[in-house]
């Protein structure tokens, strides 16, 4: 839980002096895990975000001069009130880079309502949940995902969909090398689950807006609407390769 009083060695650990030994040992961090659920991250102070940087880009903790290696997979989950806003924190954009894509959940309709408090009446679902998985077909499901084939058409496609989110006239902080690097592979993530070992334009088209939009800053106005009228159109201008040149 990020609050205002979390300390970056909160996140990623400590070295405690052991008086019996008269040495420091270190203890590691809740970030020494496979899934960090950082919740309200833009609660915690700037300094102690800036903790998870070295995290999320090079899966490692240094710390007194040594490096520690995250154990794969390793990746984080966060989220933020976007209605409170006093006492928050936002998070720098060289941060914002490092997540992935930024989902947003919309308010539950009358339907999905009642169908919350019918899940609930009787038991809470989290006393009933259960792996689906294990760390072993994770570890190969990502290997797999990265073997999923892009042609090289695919790549300038995507290549040129950042460049347009560039545009210097409307664009105040565009994509950068790691934004496009991520739609390339949440690309073949998407591909995957769709049972194809190939990707085609339409998967590009289905990640790029959750991987691209909350990297963006327009001159002017930065609302969501705009952002993603701004992204839309880009995806309308820029051509889509066609199955002769894939």
């Not at 991250?41 to 975000?49: E, F, G, L, M, Y």
């Not at 006239?169 to 090398?177: A, I, N, R, W």
């Not at 689950?193 to 001159?219: E, S, T």
């Not at 705009?226 to 309308?236: V, Y």
Request: glycine residues 4%; hydrophobic residues 40%; charged residues 20%.
């Amino acid at each position: 839980q990020f609050t205002p009083d979390l300390l970056p060695a909160d996140i990623t650990g400590m070295r405690i002096f052991q008086p019996d030994t008269h040495s420091f040992s270190f203890i590691p961090g809740p970030v020494f895990s496979n899934i960090l659920l950082a919740d309200e991250i833009n609660r915690a102070t700037p300094r102690t975000q800036s903790a998870l940087l070295e995290c999320m880009e090079e899966t490692q903790v240094t710390d007194g001069g040594e490096t520690r290696i995250l154990v794969p997979p390793f990746f984080v989950i966060a989220t933020q009130n976007p209605v409170e806003t006093q006492g928050t924190f936002m998070l720098p954009e060289a941060q914002l880079d490092r997540f992935m894509m930024k989902l947003s959940m919309a308010v539950p309709t009358l339907d999905q309502t009642a169908e919350i408090m019918e899940r609930i009446q009787l038991q809470h679902p989290i006393e009933s949940l259960h792996a689906v998985t294990d760390k072993e077909a994770l570890l190969q499901a990502i290997g797999e995902v990265k073997k999923v084939y892009l042609s090289h058409e695919l790549f300038l496609y995507i290549a040129s969909l950042c460049k347009a989110a560039q545009n210097p006239e409307l664009v105040k902080l565009g994509p950068s090398p790691r934004a496009a690097i991520a739609v390339m592979r949440t690309s073949q993530a998407y591909a995957y689950l769709h049972g194809r070992n190939y990707v085609i334009p339409d998967d590009v088209k289905a990640v790029f807006l959750p991987v691209i939009h909350h990297r963006m800053i327009l001159r002017g106005s930065s609302s969501e609407e705009r952002i993603s009228a701004f992204l839309t159109e880009c995806m309308d201008k820029v051509p889509v390769p066609t199955e002769d040149r894939l």
